[in-house]
């Protein structure tokens, strides 16, 4: 059975951090490219940050996260990490986790990725 899942989530204050993490069943981690998307309450799904599949791991990152946010991977263990710094009341979403066959150095269209995760809700307070 195909899975993604996230994890990690959880309710802080400003400033503080948070690292969430995604893994995956039924499909071959090395062979995708990964992105972190976000849904605030009542919002669109943005994308976050993004991976590419080689293992050096050229990213992505959406201009209101970049120099906060940070995405790795371990291509041994197949888990892909979104360490989030420095958090602010806006980045309160829910957060997907979502594989893709190709990796757009400029953006993360949604079209481009194939499996996604159920998603794990971040909380920021003031």
């Known amino acids: 059975v195909l899975q993604v899942v996230e994890s990690g989530g959880g309710s802080v204050q400003a400033g503080e951090s948070l690292t969430l993490s995604c893994t995956s069943s039924?499909?071959?981690?090395?062979?995708?490219?990964w992105g972190w998307f976000r849904q605030p309450p009542g919002k669109q799904r943005e994308g976050v940050a993004g991976?590419?599949?080689?293992?050096?791991?050229?990213?992505f990152y959406a201009d209101s996260v970049k120099g906060r946010f940070t995405i790795s991977k371990d291509q041994n263990r197949g888990i892909v990490y979104l360490r989030m710094d420095n958090l602010k009341p806006e980045d309160t979403a829910t957060y997907f986790c979502?594989?893709?066959?190709?990796?757009?150095?400029?953006?993360?269209?949604?079209?481009?990725?194939?499996?996604w995760g159920q998603g794990t809700q971040v909380a920021v307070s003031s």
């Open positions: 039924g499909l071959t981690f090395s062979y995708y490219s």
């Open positions: 991976i590419d599949r080689f293992d050096r791991g050229t990213a």
């Open positions: 979502a594989a893709a066959e190709v990796f757009d150095r400029n953006g993360l269209p949604p079209g481009n990725f194939l499996y």
